[in-house]
């Protein structure tokens, strides 16, 4: 099947690269010059497992072209999917000004009967203003198709190839058969495609983020009381997780949730509620528990080192918003460096993917490291904040050696407080007590 993809970021590039895979002639198109004329030569924009060996082997067998000619790309597509991003608007709602704009050149550049699937994660009624855009030019017949984009960024690859279900909201039997047959190798394991009207497929990406983010906000605030009460948030998080009707995914206490999806898809979400005269109450409160969380980690430095942090030099461990990804958008590193900067302190970041996505935001106003270890040299704490598997188990004689105080804030609970101990690290981890108090204190530590 003839396949263009407008949009070739981190959701377009994939899809592109995963149907091209799977034998279809695809065409990914995009306005960024210089990011088309990268990936022709096989040079990703973006960090992702797997990918680039995707793109790579798919050009090289010609299913896979890049191009910066939108038109071209309508021209040549049966199907054509739209994949531009949809950033927050000042009111947070979602900004469709690209979606709008791809849109307006459809009618105009169109060869035959299409379908038009939206992937770009829009608010409901998207589809329908999409299609009065195309149909103000339109010279043959289109089919709207919804179909919200559930894959996770570090594992983007695995996710749209084996997804958990494929959502796709329809109106013709037209849409129904080419979407059907575009996504059947994809479930063959008996996963299911799901049929819908597009409204509600247009709801079902936001409900899914929305309660994806409830999940996590709920853990933290349920992790800063375990920390009042003397409880062990990961022997609450097994606890509850083991329950069949709660599950145990999303369920870890952090820094609070960034990246480029639930911040702005839950801001979107109640947006759309105050459009329709509702206030979404849990919703308001998950984003206003997320922007708290994210404050969480300068609170412990601060209970680690004194009120006082200027002149005080950080070591960050992580500044992508989730391990496997250069992703920054929205991530939590973000505010605390803004937080340590504005007290005074100074910081040295190490990551082991986004440290050119750092460079571009931060410039010069941090420093960074080439390693781990060399990030802690001189530095009065270590902060982890994003939860690389090369976090994990470090040495921590070396750690402690290092560091100027043997303070560790860890938003990620990657290490045993009792280890910390045994250690002498004076170490801070999110709703666990803290080294100094007497294991015999501990709650549930031995379970
Ligand atoms: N990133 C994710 O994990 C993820 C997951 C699911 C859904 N989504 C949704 O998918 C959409 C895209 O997200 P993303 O992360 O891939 O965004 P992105 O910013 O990485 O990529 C968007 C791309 O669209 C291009 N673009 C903008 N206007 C254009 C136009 N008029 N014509 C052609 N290209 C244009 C940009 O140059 C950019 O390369 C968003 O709606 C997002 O909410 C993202």
């Not at 994949?83 to 947070?92: H, N, W």
């Not at 103000?136 to 690859?157: I, Y």
């Not at 571009?360 to 270890?373: F, K, P, Q, S």
Request: some cysteine; charged content about 25%.
């Amino acid at each position: 099947m003839n396949i263009s993809v407008v949009g070739t970021g981190y959701v377009g590039l994939v899809v592109g690269a995963c149907l091209a895979e799977t034998g279809n002639d695809v065409v990914c198109a995009d306005v960024m010059e210089s990011k088309i004329e990268n990936l022709k030569r096989n040079i990703l924009p973006i960090y992702e497992p797997g990918l680039e060996d995707l793109v790579e082997r798919n050009q090289q067998h010609g299913r896979l072209n890049f191009t910066t000619d939108i038109g071209a790309a309508i021209a040549s597509a049966d199907v054509l999917f739209i994949a531009v991003g949809t950033p927050p608007d000042e009111d947070g709602s979602a900004d469709l000004q690209h979606v709008l704009a791809v849109a307006r050149q459809v009618g105009k550049h169109m060869t035959r009967e299409m379908v038009i699937v939206t992937k770009s994660t829009v608010p409901v009624g998207t589809a329908g203003k999409v299609a009065a855009e195309i149909r103000k030019h339109a010279k043959f017949p289109f089919h709207m198709c919804s179909n919200p984009e559930f894959l996770k960024e570090g594992a983007a690859v695995d996710d749209f190839m084996k997804p958990d279900r494929v959502v796709l909201g329809v109106a013709s039997d037209f849409a129904r058969e080419m979407m059907t047959e575009i996504y059947a190798p994809f479930v063959r394991t008996g996963k299911p495609i799901i049929f819908m009207d597009i409204a509600s497929a247009e709801m079902t990406k936001y409900a899914a983020n929305g309660m994806l983010a409830t999940r996590i906000s709920f853990m933290n605030e349920i992790a800063n009381l375990c920390e009042r009460v003397g409880a062990n948030v990961d022997m609450v998080r097994k606890g509850i997780g083991s329950d069949s009707r709660i599950g145990p995914s999303f369920l870890f206490p952090g820094p609070g949730y960034g990246g480029s999806c639930f911040p702005k898809d839950v801001k979107a979400l109640v947006r759309t509620g105050v459009e329709m005269g509702m206030d979404l109450q849990i919703l308001t409160a998950v984003e206003q528990v997320n922007e708290r969380q994210k404050l969480r980690l300068a609170e412990k430095l601060r209970e680690a080192i004194g009120e006082d942090l200027s002149g005080i030099h950080v070591a960050m461990w992580g500044l992508a918003f989730k391990p496997q990804t250069d992703d920054m958008r929205d991530a939590p590193s973000l505010k605390l460096i803004e937080d340590l900067l504005e007290a005074g302190a100074t910081v040295c970041a190490h990551d082991p993917a986004a440290m050119n996505e750092a460079r571009h935001r931060l410039g010069d106003t941090i420093t960074y490291a080439e390693t781990n270890y060399d990030c802690l040299k001189n530095a009065d704490a270590l902060v982890v904040i994003t939860d690389w598997n090369e976090y994990r188990h470090p040495d921590f004689a070396r750690v402690k050696e290092s560091l100027r105080r043997p303070v560790i804030v860890d938003g990620r609970n990657l290490y045993d407080p009792e280890k910390m101990r045994e250690h002498g690290i004076r170490y801070y981890s999110m709703g666990r007590v803290k080294v100094e108090q007497p294991a015999a204190m501990r709650v549930g530590e031995s379970a």
